[in-house]
């Protein structure tokens, strides 16, 4: 998988939109951008994932660039919930390979 | 919603105890794995199983076995619990095939081995 990199932490007020950063510059053709989340003592979430389109869900909305070296998670409107680690992933859409989280974003949401 | 349910989310057993973990999924997925998750390591896979009755050895298996009698379950064992098993342990489900690799995941078995 290649390898991604995401800024250690970030914070961001209720109710205002998170922006989550990801670089991946050595994507191949066949790999997808995934996101997850995972809350402290909770098992990690599946968010959204995408090819090149930008992909809007119940959860967020991903914003992939052109040459597809970076992403964008959005978190519309965020909520204390929200608070947890973002993970930012690439790979390709099947297989069964395992599952590796980088350090990943760790996101608070203040009040 | 696929759900993916670990059988316990806490769990103290004594060195030397016979540990099973289950986990159930109820979305007809073919995948199905186990990892563990420790401060500093992130995840690493203990067992993987494609299909009824297969598996395949992860990144760590020493010290656990599975089974897979049923598609919708993937059971963990420790056959011989020792202080370094404890750890936070994920199940996890997927589709499989060309549908899609996302893996859905159960809350987790946080173990402790006294």
């Known amino acids: 998988d290649a390898k991604t990199t995401q800024p250690p932490s970030m914070d961001c007020a209720e109710g205002r939109a998170a922006n989550l950063p990801c670089n991946h510059s050595?994507?191949?053709?066949?790999?997808?951008v995934y996101w997850y989340r995972q809350i402290h003592s909770q098992g990690p979430q599946y968010i959204i994932h995408?090819?090149?389109n930008n992909e809007t869900n119940e959860m967020a909305s991903l914003i992939i660039t052109e040459d597809r070296k970076s992403s964008t998670l959005i978190l519309p409107h965020a909520t204390l919930r929200d608070t947890a680690v973002y993970y930012c992933?690439?790979?390709?859409?099947?297989?069964?390979?395992?599952?590796?989280f980088g350090q990943g974003t760790r996101l608070t949401i203040n009040p | 919603d696929v759900k993916v349910t670990q059988s316990s989310r806490y769990l103290v057993k004594r060195t030397g105890e016979k540990v099973f973990l289950e986990c159930v999924q109820d979305?007809?997925?073919?995948?199905m794995f186990w990892y563990r998750q420790d401060p500093g390591l992130g995840l690493r896979l203990i067992y993987f199983?494609?299909?009824?009755?297969?598996?395949e050895k992860g990144d760590i298996p020493e010290g656990y076995s599975v089974s897979r009698e049923k598609k919708e379950r993937f059971s963990l064992i420790l056959e011989s619990a020792s202080t370094n098993q404890t750890s936070m342990y994920l199940c996890?489900?997927?589709?499989?095939?060309?549908?899609?690799?996302?893996?859905?995941f159960g809350a987790g078995t946080r173990l402790s081995v006294l």
């Open positions: 996890a489900s997927s589709l499989g095939g060309t549908s899609g690799n996302i893996q859905y």
């Open positions: 050595t994507i191949s053709g066949n790999e997808y």
């Open positions: 995408g090819l090149k």
């Open positions: 992933i690439v790979r390709p859409r099947q297989g069964a390979q395992k599952l590796v």
């Open positions: 979305m007809d997925h073919e995948n």
């Open positions: 199983s494609y299909d009824v009755k297969m598996k």
